[in-house]
């Protein structure tokens, strides 16, 4: 079994590590070592029990350990960061953790260190970047281009031929429609219907989805 560290001690951490565990059920891959973060807590307790959480410092910096990373993390702007410090070093890996309920074809094409959640369907010839998380129920459609580092909350449609950029937020239950160019460091609210091009760094809400940047 690999052992595998969860970045992050908060929500996004506590369901990757059920993620992790609906894993180890199918195919016994990851011995979760624990969660890491800077926080002065020793422990962070899900469902009744304790698990460690370890000083980023000491993985960082004290480990000579080849070890498997997943990031924990739904800010985005904090991710990026953190994530350039432990790509700079080869002691890491960045595994692609997928949700066995997954519906995802062959053909697709994924980068590193993306977490893909439960009841996700990726249909064909889409190509996900690195990084990303894409929660719950969301759907992507054939041909799609998908970035790195964007969050794809629940439940959310993005149709055949979307390119979207980096550094995205998508709401939960947002559409986006057929063929659309989406930009980076963009904001689509929940709900939210995308009709047309987004560049970059806009805030999109309603249906049909407007800018209110």
């Known amino acids: 079994m690999k052992p595998l560290y969860i970045i992050g001690a908060g929500g996004a951490a506590k369901e990757i590590y059920l993620l992790v565990k609906e894993l180890n059920k199918v195919d016994h891959i990851y011995e979760f070592k624990g969660f890491v973060d800077i926080t002065t807590e020793r422990f962070l307790q899900i469902g009744g029990a304790q ?57 697709i094409s994924l980068g590193m260190g993306n977490v893909i959640t439960t009841h996700s369907v990726f249909t064909v010839d889409t190509v996900l970047g690195s990084f990303n998380y894409i929660n719950r129920g969301v759907h992507l459609g054939h041909d799609c281009k998908i970035g790195s580092y964007n969050v794809i909350n629940p439940c959310s449609v993005i149709s055949g031929g979307v390119t979207i950029g980096d550094e995205n937020l998508i709401g939960t239950n947002a559409t986006i429609l057929q063929y659309l160019e989406i930009g980076s460091k963009n904001k689509i609210g929940a709900g939210a219907v995308v009709t047309k091009d987004i560049l970059d760094n806009s805030c999109m809400i309603g249906i049909p989805a407007k800018n209110i940047e």
Do not use: R, W
């Open 51 to 107: 698990h460690d959480i370890i000083n980023e410092s000491v993985l960082l910096h004290e480990s000579d350990e080849k070890v498997a990373i997943v990031f924990g993390l739904g800010d985005i702007n904090k991710l990026k960061k953190i994530v350039v410090q432990y790509t700079d070093k080869d002691i890491f890996e960045f595994p692609n953790i997928i949700h066995p309920s997954v519906q995802i074809d062959e053909s």
